[in-house]
């Protein structure tokens, strides 16, 4: 099984595709004005405090206050408080909480009118990301998740991962972290760090402690809405969270983010560092993968599934639905019952695929095709909690009900991936009517002939469909080749299937868009 991760660099941010069996399982789009992302930790004022929800609205610079229960202040409130105010009084502060008097817990069930009142300051960590109408969802109970190692700070206990099952792993673990771990601050551990020596532990929790050290000395002058601690890019915490054993290659066709990934794996796995490559293919980079075929089909409202069948996916605000369909399917099957089962299998792979590419939380419900014998419907249900095995995010899967039902559960903490798989053409903009496609190639043949002729450029790029890419390209004598032996200037195509047919795009050397509106 391969693994490779796939960072595509754009003028509006960064594009990243996680790819197992070359099959695209994680996508994610980071824009570089991302702000409020899970793990990031701001200074923020507490703008209303509600009794009925026993919870306060807090300001952290987002347009909507984010929602901070009582249950999520953590019983270390009082000690992150006194902290703070210390912090902001630009009293002793260290960062090194040795000497710190650790305060006692609040009470677990206690009012938050009791513990926060309007315009205080206090320290938040954003654990949900703004969706749809509702702002960020915040916690109190600060941590720093790194590789192997989460740190807790105003805590002293350590814990391991529950993955790791084994008594005597857990037992080594406990021993070295508990060792190393400097006074009140708490370690979690995580379940990559089953096999790791003391040396790899240390070296983690030694940057855990830097990034503290960093936030503290940020918050001394910080000011209202303030991050104070930010989270790392997407890529370096995708590569945080999922690098292992074996993952193959991690391809990048930027330069600042090669180097800055290479970096970062150097820090995290010395080992690994080789496995960072920087693409300079003469396609683009998701062109050359096949992902940008995967995300116009796995995006739709209408799935595919290899064997004939398909899903049909729909929103609601409530809920997510999931549709399975036989489709075209040949019944080549004994009866409607095999038939069934078939369907259901493909369609449980897909489904637990769907879940983690398009990162849909909350309630999913999936209408599976009825079956009558029990046996079926527990493999249905065992092969989809198998495949579910491998996501990151914390989720629930319930039996098939009576009716064909599955109901699942999974952990929203930001908003779902949704891409856009139905064009606006481009000629009409939506009316309904354009001219022949036909003509295309005659429009950009007229551009080429005058750009080259008339306004004497060099090295132009055109950008156009993968149809019209081989109409010009095919042949001994093709069309660009005439236009080399005409102009004696070489134009570069390039093959993108994520416009439309009926657009191109022609570009400068320096990668400049030239406007052209030539008839």
């Known amino acids: 099984m391969s693994n490779e991760l796939v960072i595509n660099s754009t003028q509006n941010g960064s594009r990243i595709a996680l790819l197992k069996n070359k099959s695209l399982v994680e996508f994610h789009q980071e ?18 405090v509600v009794q009925g929800l026993n919870a306060a609205f807090i300001d952290i610079g987002y347009e909507k206050d984010a929602f901070l229960h009582y249950l999520d202040l953590g019983p270390k409130f009082s000690s992150l408080q006194a902290f703070t105010k210390q912090a902001l009084n630009k009293k002793n502060a260290s960062s090194k909480l040795d000497n710190f008097n650790i305060r006692p817990d609040i009470d677990k069930h206690g009012k938050i009118t009791d513990i926060l009142s309007r315009n ?3 320290l938040v960590q954003v ?25 807790v700070p105003f805590s002293n206990t350590v814990n391991v991962s529950k993955k790791i099952v084994s008594g005597e792993e857990r037992k080594r673990l406990l021993r070295l972290v508990s060792s190393i771990k400097p006074a009140n601050f708490g370690v979690i551990i995580r379940t990559v760090a089953k096999g790791r020596d003391v040396k790899e532990l240390d070296s983690d929790l030694r940057n855990l402690v830097e990034s503290w050290k960093k936030g503290v000395k940020k918050l001394k002058i910080a000011k209202p809405r303030e991050k104070v601690i930010g989270e790392m890019n ?59 075929r995967q995300i116009k089909s796995a995006f739709g409202q209408s799935v595919s599934l290899k064997g004939g069948g398909y899903l049909i996916v729909e929103h609601t605000e409530a809920l997510h639905v999931i549709d399975v369909n036989s489709g075209n399917k040949s019944n080549r ?18 489904v637990a695929r769907q879940l983690r590419l398009r990162d849909m ?22 092969t ?24 699942i559960t999974r952990q929203r903490v930001r908003p779902e991936m949704n891409i856009t798989t139905r064009e606006v053409c481009p000629s009409c903009n939506g009316s309904g009517k354009i001219s022949a496609s036909i003509l295309v190639s005659d429009q950009i043949e007229r551009t080429v002939e005058y750009l080259l002729s008339k306004q004497n450029e060099k090295n132009i790029s055109v950008v156009v469909h993968p149809f019209i890419y081989a109409y010009f390209t095919k042949g001994a004598v ?20 994520s416009i439309a047919i009926t657009e191109y795009k022609f570009y400068h050397k320096l990668c400049e868009e030239i406007d052209v509106n030539i008839n």
């Not at 066709?253 to 560092?273: G, N, Q």
């Not at 939380?361 to 419907?377: A, L, P, S, Y």
């Not at 005409?486 to 993108?496: A, E, G, M, P, T």
């Open 120 to 122: 205080q300051q206090i």
């Open 384 to 407: 989809i909690k198998t495949e579910m095995a491998s996501d990151r995010s914390k989720f629930t899967v319930l039996p098939l009900s009576k009716f064909g039902l599955m109901q």
């Open 127 to 151: 654990v949900k990301e703004p969706i749809s109408t509702k702002g960020p969802r915040l916690s109190c109970e600060l941590s720093l998740a790194g590789r192997y190692l989460v740190l």
């Open 31 to 48: 824009e570089d004005s991302t702000q409020f992302i899970v793990g990031d930790i701001y200074l923020g004022t507490v703008r209303k």
């Open 361 to 382: 939380g909350g309630i999913i419900v999936v209408d599976f095709i009825d079956m009558k014998k029990t046996e079926n419907k527990k493999l249905v249900y065992n």
């Open 333 to 350: 099957e004994e009866g409607q019952e095999a038939t069934a089962l078939s369907v259901n299998m493909e369609a449980a792979k897909e």
């Open 478 to 497: 093709s069309k660009r080749l005439k236009w080399y032996l005409k102009h004696f200037k070489w134009v570069k195509l390039i093959q993108d299937s």
């Open 234 to 292: 997407k890529a370096s915490a995708l590569l945080r969270d999922v690098l292992n054993e074996s993952f193959d290659n991690v391809f990048i066709d930027d330069k600042e983010i090669f180097t800055e990934v290479k970096d970062y794996i150097k820090t995290i796995a010395p080992d690994k560092e080789k496995i960072v490559k920087q693409f300079n293919g003469k396609t683009k980079i998701f062109e050359h993968f096949g992902i940008e």
